[in-house]
Nanobody, 124 residues
Framework: VQLQASGGGLVRAGGSLRLSCAAS????????VGWFRQAPGKERELVAA????????GYADSVKGRFTISKDNAANTVYLQMNSLKPEDTAVYYC??????????????????WGQGTQVTVSS
């Protein structure tokens, strides 16, 4: 499985961005796709995740109500719509895919495939 992330950029606080994660290869082996972020000096954290079938979705408390994860089945692409962005959302964002089902999908070491990071910078 290969993942290609895109869509980062510089935006002012209160603005919006949409990240895309295009999956290719053996996508039938994917159980979950997650968006993680890592800010300088901080650990990588899960922001949102979606099951490959799209029936299950989860969000970090810090982004609930502001971020929306979705999936385009035809395009094998997962999106992260980020609204009402805050300076504390500034980080490198990564998409990742897990090839197994885990009840706890929040842990980075449970994801087998990673896309390259995309920088999101929110200015105050």
């Amino acid at each position: 499985v290969q993942l290609q992330a895109s869509g980062g950029g510089l935006v002012r606080a209160g603005g919006s961005l949409r990240l895309s994660c295009a999956a290719s290869g053996r996508t039938s082996s994917i159980y979950t796709v997650g968006w993680f972020r890592q800010a300088p000096g901080k650990e990588r954290e899960l922001v949102a995740a979606i099951s490959w079938g799209g029936s299950s979705i989860g969000y970090a408390d810090s982004v609930k109500g502001r971020f929306t994860i979705s999936k385009d089945n035809a395009a094998n692409t997962v999106y992260l719509q980020m609204n009402s962005l805050k300076p504390e959302d500034t980080a490198v964002y990564y998409c990742a895919a897990s090839g197994k089902y885990y009840y706890d999908y929040t842990m980075a070491d449970r994801y087998d495939f990673w896309g390259q990071g995309t920088q999101v910078t929110v200015s105050s």
